[in-house]
C-alpha cells in the first residue's frame, strides 16, 4: 500500500528553527508538496519539490531525497501565526495526489 | 479572482436526506477535486475530474456521485446521508494533475 508518515504534533518555541520530517513509500513518485493549514481553514500551498536537494522561499524550506523518500520542512524564526497543520503530499505514478495526516506545529511565546 | 468556492458552509442533514455540494473555479483550471478531511486525518479523494464530461472515482466514492457538465463548476451529490459522512469537505482545482491545487474554504457536513 501507499503511505505517508509524519509526526502527529510538534511543539516549538517563538523565533526558533523547527524541522517537520516526512517519508513516504508510494507507487512511484512526481513530486512532493507542503501544504499549510490552520485551524478550521484550507490547506494553502508552501512548496514543491521534484528533485532531491533543498527548496528555500524565505523563512521557510523544503528538502527531499527520493533515494531515502523523505523530505522535511524547515521553518526558521517561528512566528505565533506559523501555528498550524503541515500536510506532505506525494503524487505517486497514477498521478494521484496522496496526503499524510499532517502535522500540527504548536508555537509557543 | 475569487478562486474555489464552495456552498454551502456549513450544513446538518439527517440519516437518508441527499444534498449537493456546490463548487466553482474561475481560474480556468482543467483538473478539480472533492476530497473529505476528518478530524486529524488526511485528506482523502473521493472524486476528480480532468476536464468537463470526464469524472473518476478516487479512494473514497462509495456514497458519493459527481459531474462536471462545464470547466466552472463541480457539484458533489450526496444520497442517503449516513453519520460516516459527517466530515469536513473541500473542492480544489489546478490546471494541470502536477501543479499546485487551490482549494476552497471547506463545507462542514454533519449527519444526525
Known amino acids: 500500500g501507499q503511505n505517508i508518515d509524519q509526526p502527529t504534533e510538534m511543539t516549538a518555541t517563538e523565533g526558533a528553527i523547527v524541522q517537520i520530517n516526512c517519508t513516504y513509500q508510494?507507487?512511484?513518485?512526481?513530486?512532493l508538496f507542503w501544504y499549510q493549514q490552520h485551524a478550521g481553514e484550507a490547506p494553502t500551498f508552501l512548496s514543491y519539490?521534484?528533485l532531491d536537494g533543498l527548496e528555500e522561499k524565505g523563512r521557510f524550506s523544503s528538502f527531499l531525497s527520493r533515494s531515502k523518500g523523505y523530505s522535511y520542512l524547515l521553518l526558521k524564526e517561528l512566528q505565533m501565526k506559523d501555528s498550524a497543520s503541515y500536510l506532505c503530499?506525494?503524487?505517486?505514478?497514477?498521478?494521484?495526489?496522496?496526503w499524510g495526516a499532517g502535522t500540527k506545529l504548536i508555537i509557543k511565546p | 479572482n475569487a478562486g474555489v468556492t464552495q456552498t454551502p458552509k456549513f450544513r446538518i442533514l439527517k440519516i437518508g436526506q441527499s444534498m449537493t455540494l456546490q463548487c466553482t473555479q474561475d481560474?480556468?483550471?482543467?483538473?478539480m477535486y472533492w476530497y473529505r478531511q476528518d478530524p486529524g486525518m488526511g485528506l482523502k479523494l473521493i472524486y476528480y475530474?480532468?476536464?468537463?464530461?470526464?469524472?473518476d472515482k478516487g479512494e473514497v466514492p462509495n456514497g458519493y456521485n459527481v459531474s462536471r457538465s462545464t470547466t466552472e463548476d463541480f457539484p458533489l451529490r450526496l444520497e442517503l446521508a449516513a453519520p460516516s459522512q459527517t466530515s469536513v469537505y473541500f473542492c480544489?482545482?489546478?490546471?494541470?494533475?502536477?501543479?499546485?491545487?487551490?482549494f476552497g474554504p471547506g463545507t462542514r457536513l454533519l449527519v444526525l
Open positions: 503530499a506525494v503524487i505517486d505514478s497514477n498521478y494521484q495526489l496522496i
Open positions: 519539490n521534484v
Open positions: 475530474s480532468v476536464g468537463a464530461g470526464i469524472t
Open positions: 508510494t507507487s512511484g513518485f512526481n513530486g
Open positions: 480544489a482545482s489546478s490546471y494541470q494533475e502536477r501543479e499546485t491545487q487551490y
Open positions: 481560474m480556468n483550471h482543467n483538473y
